[in-house]
């Protein structure tokens, strides 16, 4: 499992980050940068994550290695996102003074994320990422990493050039849940006159509250359309040319550079440590599924020796759960599985507890269908092989029940849970499809029994 206290000190710093962003002096601030950056490196590092895992989730590793790098040199990634032709790349263009994005006619001129240093603001490390359009036709691949790009900033400008779209309101409500500061750009605010345009910022704090703060609606003109200008010649003529006006972003490029100087690193460090954070979930979540594929094979092991050996040498029904010599040594292998070892003698006394539930549950009703059920198919005119074999899928039956609920008590960390082993073995036996492991089980039983006396 990865390391517990790494996850608990990047949830913990990430919490208390959150709450006093907004006042956190620059000594804090860099204090809890430095605190992620040591846990970054830990998860990097951890040697209890397996090479499988690593191999299996290298870009999310990789993707780790470059906030620890972006955290070191003090950067602040804010990506630019929005529906087709709403303005994204003319306003980081703006934003930068510079054609540092593709800006074109035709809907989907971002292809792929492109990302500049912002100009005015080297010196706080603040970056642009342009993203492509969410709303391309046949753009699934290109949404999805318009989402990526979004989720591992650490601000979001969110552009639209009117009332939000259904569609655009569901993106913004998508990138709120990923927790990152949200600026709602209107652009092309040129085309609307004063009243009309208040009116319409007004509308749009209404619509995203509680998603974006009321301050950050902000309107600008990343690409205003030329103004008619009228000039009168020395005779009197009157000629019309276009004039080119300059965009109007200094509202947003401030408000920008401010959340850079005032809380930069913080916002990096949140956001590096809340990926970490999910980085944590997914690797936990594969070593789980790693460890639980290799105890099924286990126990399908010693469900095999358990069961021919009772085939083998029959013993009744009513002694099967007794015989706990193999089942304690299953139970043994499995807490290795899942870095919990037992001692043979404690493996003993959890394979007593689980048979005595086990036990409870089989009553003298329950017991008469289990029997039937093995034997189902069997017949009084049949060899002694075939009614070994169902004896033996008995045996092999109650290896799965005690080998599950063996696993659940170690997934649990050696707990049963506040609803205790009756409770939980009860659970497990409810789980499974009696019938259907223990035709498999005569199956492969009768299959070896017949090699044997071949």
């Known amino acids: 499992m990865p390391n517990d206290s790494l996850w608990r000190r990047l949830r913990g710093w990430v919490g208390s980050g959150r709450a006093e962003r907004a006042t956190t002096p620059p000594v804090r601030a860099n204090a809890g940068s430095a605190q992620v950056a040591d846990s970054l490196r830990a998860l990097l590092d951890d040697p209890g994550i397996p090479a499988s895992v690593r191999s299996e989730l290298a870009a999310d590793f990789s993707r780790i290695e470059q906030m620890l790098d972006k955290l070191q040199r003090g950067e602040l990634h804010v990506a630019v996102f929005g529906r087709v032709s709403a303005g994204k790349s003319a306003l980081g263009n703006a934003l930068l003074g510079r054609e540092a994005f593709t800006v074109g006619v035709l809907h989907g001129t971002t292809t792929d994320a492109e990302h500049a240093l912002l100009d005015e ?86 619509r995203v509250a509680g998603l974006v703060r009321a301050d950050d609606v902000l309107a600008v003109a990343a690409h205003p359309a ?178 599950r609920a063996a696993e659940r008590y170690l997934v649990g960390g050696k707990s049963w849970g506040e609803a205790g082993a009756k409770r939980a073995v009860a659970d497990i036996v409810a789980s499974l499809d009696r019938d259907s492991i223990l035709r498999e089980a005569r199956e492969e039983i009768l299959k070896r029994l017949k090699s044997r006396r071949g």
């Open 121 to 206: 603001a080297q010196h706080d490390g603040l970056v642009l990422i342009d993203t492509p359009g969410i709303n391309e036709l046949d753009g699934e691949a290109r949404e999805k990493l318009a989402f990526e790009v979004a989720e591992v900033s650490d601000l979001v400008i969110f552009v639209c050039d009117g009332d939000l779209t259904r569609e655009e309101l569901d993106a913004l409500k998508n990138l709120a849940a990923t927790q990152r500061p949200l600026l709602l750009a209107l652009n092309k605010a040129d085309r609307y006159g004063r009243d009309e345009l208040d009116g319409l910022l007004e509308h749009l704090r209404l």
């Open 226 to 403: 030329p103004q008619r200008v009228v000039e009168v010649d020395a005779r009197g003529h009157e000629q019309q040319r276009e004039q080119a006006r300059t965009p109007d972003v200094a509202a947003l490029r401030e408000r920008l550079l401010a959340i850079a100087a005032r809380e930069g690193k913080t916002l990096s460090a949140i956001n590096a440590g809340l990926y970490a954070g999910r980085l944590t979930d997914q690797v936990s979540a594969r070593i789980a599924e790693t460890r639980k594929a290799v105890a099924a094979k286990l126990i399908h092991h010693y469900c095999i020796a358990k069961g021919v050996a009772v085939a083998l040498n029959p013993i009744p029904v009513a002694d099967l759960l007794a015989a706990a010599g193999l089942d304690a040594a299953m139970v043994v292998q499995l807490s290795r599985v899942y870095g919990l070892p037992l001692t043979r003698a404690e493996s003993g006394r959890l394979v007593a507890v689980i048979s005595a539930q086990l036990a409870a549950l089989m009553g003298a009703i329950w017991g008469m269908q289990l029997v039937a059920s093995a034997l189902k198919g069997v017949s009084a005119g049949l060899s002694v092989v075939v009614t070994a074999a169902a004896q033996g899928a008995l045996g092999w039956y109650a290896t799965v029940l005690i080998g």
